[in-house]
């Protein structure tokens, strides 16, 4: 696994990590993997991200389309009230 060092920090930005990490009761460096995992997406979840938009593509292409002119909600009302 590998080692990263991150140097010249904002004391600003340090205080809203270290804030952060206390709220959900973990050191720095979890914190910082957690936000690193949660923004960063790797090799594998672009995949799954892309074969996810290939099968809402052919799900899109499967669903008919309906075409014309919808009736006005009033028009539904009346209809409705006719029965």
Do not use: C, Q, W
Not at 33 to 57: G, M, Q
């Amino acid at each position: 696994m590998a080692t990263l060092y991150v140097e010249n920090v904002p004391d600003e930005l340090y205080d809203a990590l270290r804030e952060r990490a206390k709220l959900h009761h973990r050191s720095i460096t979890a914190e910082v993997l957690a936000l690193l995992e949660d923004n960063l997406p790797t090799e594998k979840e672009l995949r799954r991200r892309a074969d996810l938009l290939r099968k809402l593509d052919r799900l899109s292409a499967s669903v008919k389309r309906v075409r014309g002119e919808f009736p006005s909600a009033e028009e539904m009302i009346r209809e409705d009230r006719s029965r």
